[in-house]
């Protein structure tokens, strides 16, 4: 199951050492002795804006999304390409990381609130294979702003501090704030950056994360890449009078663009996710188990497929996307 590091920036707390928090969580999650846990780093970003568009979904059409929040590259609009992204500077830590994520805005009574804390980990937890970086450019989509389900432990609520399996709605925290945690699909194709529904070139391992041992990916999608988790963090201590600009709670959802230095991310993914190490900008590393000794699953194609699509309805205007 996703097992986040929780680390602080900006004069924020930190509420026990990197190592010890990963330790407490892997217990706690009542995971078997055999269980492997690679590694984890975390990119620790901001607000940037807030725009009706897409890059994804609605790319090079803007305003024809509904309202997104995004974090990391300040550049990001409905034409955002790769080499847009490489060109402007990221709020991200760290720096190499530029990055775009996105979300939904969130209102309260009709008010839109901005996040006060978002945090992107990429992790690998009792997964079978070796890890290998994102292609630069991939794209991904994961929950369903549509409303329909998806999956297990894809999009939850918690508490800001509650890294447990969450809720299908914002709970109640008390002095606690609200804390939208969505992991992505953590298995590649390994031919594309991108499909017609922005889902079809990943998928979730086979298990979802969610049994014991080693999960693994499917046949269709072999090569194991990091999985993502974002986890918004917003001023709200519950989930009343909430409503996301895509709709209802359950159209929660997130996007990811990946910007990142390629030399850099490709040495994070082997000297920590395959390393055995919890590593964070500020706090440094430490070692939580062994090197992956695994074999890689697979290699993708030497010439990927980059294209952008447009939406099937791209003749009339809508402000849903899914």
Known sequence: ????????????????????????LVLGAGAPPAARADGIFVADCA?????????????????????????????????????????SAGNCLPAADRSAYWAPTLYRQGRPLKAV????????????GRVLP?????????????????GR????????????????KPPSCESTFVTLRVTFPDCWDGRRLDSPDHRSHMAYNRK???????????????????????????????GEGVTLASGSIPTAHADFF????????????DDILNG?????????????????????TARPKRKLVDRFYRPRSAGMHTHRHG
């Open 1 to 24: 199951m996703p097992l986040p590091l929780s680390l602080r920036r900006g004069g924020r707390r930190t509420s026990m050492p990197a190592a010890l928090l990963l330790l407490a």
């Open 47 to 87: 607000f940037s804006h807030r725009a009706a568009d897409d890059p994804i979904v609605f790319h090079d059409m803007p305003r024809w999304s509904h309202s997104h929040d995004f974090f990391g590259n300040g550049s990001t609009d409905a034409s955002s390409t790769l080499r847009s992204l490489r060109r």
């Open 117 to 128: 804390q978002f945090q992107a980990y990429y992790q690998d937890f009792f997964r079978y």
């Open 134 to 150: 994102f292609p630069p450019g991939l794209r991904m989509v994961a929950g369903r702003p549509t409303g329909r389900a998806s």
């Open 153 to 168: 432990g894809v999009v939850r609520w918690t508490c800001r501090d509650d890294h447990g399996q969450g809720a299908a």
């Open 208 to 238: 979802g994360g969610m049994e014991w041992g080693p999960q693994r990916c499917p046949a269709s999608h072999p090569i194991v890449v990091p999985q993502l988790q974002l986890n918004v963090v917003y001023p709200l201590h519950d």
């Open 258 to 269: 990946n910007g990142w230095k390629p030399s850099v991310f490709r040495h994070r993914v």
């Open 276 to 296: 055995g190490k919890a590593c964070d900008d500020l706090l440094g590393c430490t070692t939580i188990g062994a090197r992956n000794t695994e074999p890689v």
